[in-house]
């Protein structure tokens, strides 16, 4: 993509949009083109001035963020990254369903100048805009299932596993997660018979309103993980803000502050070698939508251990970075649409316990 990026603010306060103005208008790649006060206003700017990014209020008249987004998903897809004053459920649910309805990634709202967080906050809204423009916008989940995702070497799509005890899944998700998590969680349905461990790439203080949202909409009991939590079959732990999360082999989560390596914290690639060191054959690792390779290698690790691996196919796939690594390097056994992802594991849970 040759010269600036073109950005369309869509915020509701004046003085909100005024210190977006500021902080995008600061990067030298990046071009503010619009900047408008309501859904309505931000649908025909999309239309009139081709944005390569949408920053989208949430709470506005006329019509909110949420419809705002779906509008423009169902008819001039672009990528379009939440701006989110709070972190609160409520606040958090809003910004859920409108990554739902096509916006790629919810970020909190850089501080204002005077605050000490200032420079690092608008530093990470403009990297998330950069990053979000290079992604090739969808409408909505792709509902034909026929275009799918080619296998690696060594994979199948779709073939059954052969029974085993499954003793925990890792999921691992970034960029499009959310929905995804959920679609796949709601898949594995009540009574799941393995704890499932979850790293989603988030915004630092998104994560519980992310837990409540996903149990709501999955009927899972979902929570983000403690160090030391008993992990119960059929709850969802999720793994908190800048801590690595892996497992115990006497079934306990294990949080460390620390990284064996630079990079994403949480990281997938944590997960999954816990998942491997702890139960080998007994693991289900899961590769979801995101952008880069985190947890490609290692979901490669696990399934020589003898474990399950599962990556998302491209055609369900918003960004089909971290599982096309893991299809690439012959890391994923079965290549699935995102719809048969979760009852999958469940079907492979329920032989593994019937089977002993």
Excluded: C, N
Excluded at 124 to 139: G, H, N
Excluded at 184 to 195: C, K, N, R, T
Aim: aromatic content about 2%; proline content about 8%.
């Amino acid at each position: 993509m040759s010269g600036k990026l073109k950005v369309l603010v869509v915020e509701d306060s004046p003085v909100a949009r005024e210190l977006l103005l500021h902080v995008l208008g600061a990067d030298p790649q990046l071009t503010v083109v619009g900047a408008v006060a309501d859904g309505e206003q931000a649908l025909e700017a999309v239309h009139r001035l081709r944005p390569d990014v949408v920053t989208m209020d949430l709470h506005m008249p006329r019509m909110d963020g949420v419809e705002a987004t779906r509008r423009i998903m169902e008819t001039q897809p672009t990528p379009i990254v939440v701006v989110s004053g709070s972190a609160e459920p409520v606040e958090v649910a809003s910004a859920m369903a409108a990554i739902d309805a096509g916006a790629l990634v919810a970020v909190a709202r850089p501080q204002g100048p005077g605050h000490p967080d200032h420079r690092a906050t608008a530093e990470s809204l403009r990297r998330t805009v950069k990053l979000m423009a290079e992604v090739r916008p969808v409408r909505r989940w792709p509902r034909d299932r026929q275009a799918r995702g080619a296998a690696a070497p060594g994979a199948t799509v779709g073939r059954p596993a052969r029974s085993r005890r499954v003793r925990a899944v890792g999921i691992g998700a970034s960029t499009g997660g959310p929905p995804a998590l959920r679609t796949v969680l709601s898949g594995l349905g009540p009574g799941f018979p393995a704890p499932v461990l979850v790293v989603q790439h988030m915004t630092p203080g998104f994560i519980a309103g992310l837990a409540r949202w996903l149990e709501d909409a999955t009927g899972m009991p979902v929570r983000v993980a403690g160090h030391g939590d008993r992990l119960e079959a059929g709850h969802v732990y999720l793994a908190p803000d800048g801590a690595e999360m892996g497992v115990t082999p006497d079934g306990r989560v294990a949080l460390s502050r620390g990284s064996d390596r630079p990079g994403l914290k949480p990281s997938v690639a944590h997960l999954f070698r816990s998942l491997r060191d702890a139960y080998g054959p007994g693991a289900v690792g899961v590769l979801l939508t995101g952008m880069g390779r985190d947890g490609a290698a290692e979901l490669g690790a696990l399934r020589e251990a003898g474990a399950v691996t599962i990556a998302q196919d491209e055609a369900s796939s918003v960004v089909h970075g971290m599982p096309g690594e893991a299809i690439r390097l012959g890391a994923a056994a079965q290549v699935l649409p995102l719809e048969e992802i979760g009852p999958a594991v469940r079907r492979l849970a329920a032989a593994g316990m019937m089977g002993g």
